[in-house]
């Protein structure tokens, strides 16, 4: 899998280096076109799960986005409201996902949304302690972020 990315990589470096210009845009417009060069041939050279794992992670991706746009709302409605009706608190989400980086992203992504910051993970990296500006229903966070960040990360990565 790893291979084929840096595959991707080298084939978005070869499309700077034909058109010239190295930049974002340009390298990032060379890794779809690798990515669709990759596609072409993927029964040849046996792609499949590169595929899988790509719409994946853009799937966690368009989650993230999603999600960054409705919690801005969110944070937005609540700064605007001429009364400060708050429910904030911490909240002790019990972690499915179990390697380093699975953990480091789902907190990664939690503090990169408004309204929320990963504070901490426990000792035996179970747990991960989260500060919420309003959370009335904890367990419905719980199961928001389990059903979602968590489970888009896990469809990604696993």
Request: some cysteine; charged content about 20%.
């Amino acid at each position: 899998m790893s291979g084929l990315f840096l595959v991707n990589i080298l084939l978005a470096a070869a499309w700077g280096a034909v058109t010239g210009s190295f930049s974002v845009v340009n390298l990032a417009f060379g890794f779809v076109l690798g990515l669709g060069a990759l596609y072409l041939i993927r029964e040849q050279i046996n792609t499949g799960g590169y595929f899988r794992r790509a719409s994946r992670v853009i799937g966690l991706i368009l989650l993230f986005l999603y999600e960054l746009v409705m919690s801005a709302w969110r944070v937005a409605r609540i700064v605007i409201r001429p009364k400060l009706d708050l429910n904030p608190g911490f909240i002790a989400f019990p972690l499915t996902v179990e390697s380093d980086f699975e953990i480091a992203l789902l907190a990664n992504l939690i503090t990169l949304t408004p309204g929320t910051l990963s504070v901490d993970v426990s000792e035996d990296r179970k747990v991960l302690y989260i500060h919420c500006i309003d959370v009335p229903d904890p367990e419905g966070t719980i199961a928001d972020i389990r059903n979602g960040f968590e489970r888009k990360i896990m469809e990604a990565f696993h």
